[in-house]
């Protein structure tokens, strides 16, 4: 039985992808026509500034659909496949595996301030020991 695996490729409007993702929904072309596939799981075209597509599958059809979509996408989707490549199911998010790509920059921002007010592991254990 082969793994299924939830690949989220949602986006930040103001990412590199945003506009992709855009045009992948409301277009008419070969981007458009990618996303309408089987695969496609859920997502609202636009959904209070980002740009949603969730397509779940086997591991290697979506490494190969993902091979079509960096094609015309115009970016590599490096790090998404490799991420495909090695999860044996689940949820494979692009935010996370290629944030320069999928994240704008104030979502960076907002991302980078959240870590560095969140407690390290050391900190948060010592709090216990007491």
């Known amino acids: 039985m ?22 992948a929904h409301y277009g008419t072309g070969q981007l458009a026509q ?16 980002t740009h949603t597509l969730r397509l ?7 490494i190969a659909w993902m091979e079509l979509f960096q ?5 590599s989707q490096f790090e998404v496949i490799a991420a495909l490549h090695v999860a044996g199911g689940g949820r494979v998010d692009a935010k996370q595996v290629a944030p320069l790509l999928y994240r704008s920059k104030a ?10 007010h969140k ?11 007491n």
């Open 107 to 116: 979502g960076m921002a907002r991302e980078l301030e959240r870590l560095r």
């Open 71 to 75: 094609h015309y996408a115009g970016h």
């Open 2 to 23: 082969r793994n299924v695996i939830l690949l989220d490729l949602s986006a930040d409007q103001n990412s590199p992808m945003g506009p992709v993702l855009h045009r």
């Open 56 to 62: 779940k599958g086997p591991r290697e059809e979506l």
């Open 34 to 49: 990618l996303i309408d596939t089987e695969f496609y799981s859920s997502g609202y075209p636009h959904n209070g500034g």
């Open 119 to 129: 407690p390290s592991e050391q900190e948060s254990a010592g709090a216990w020991s």
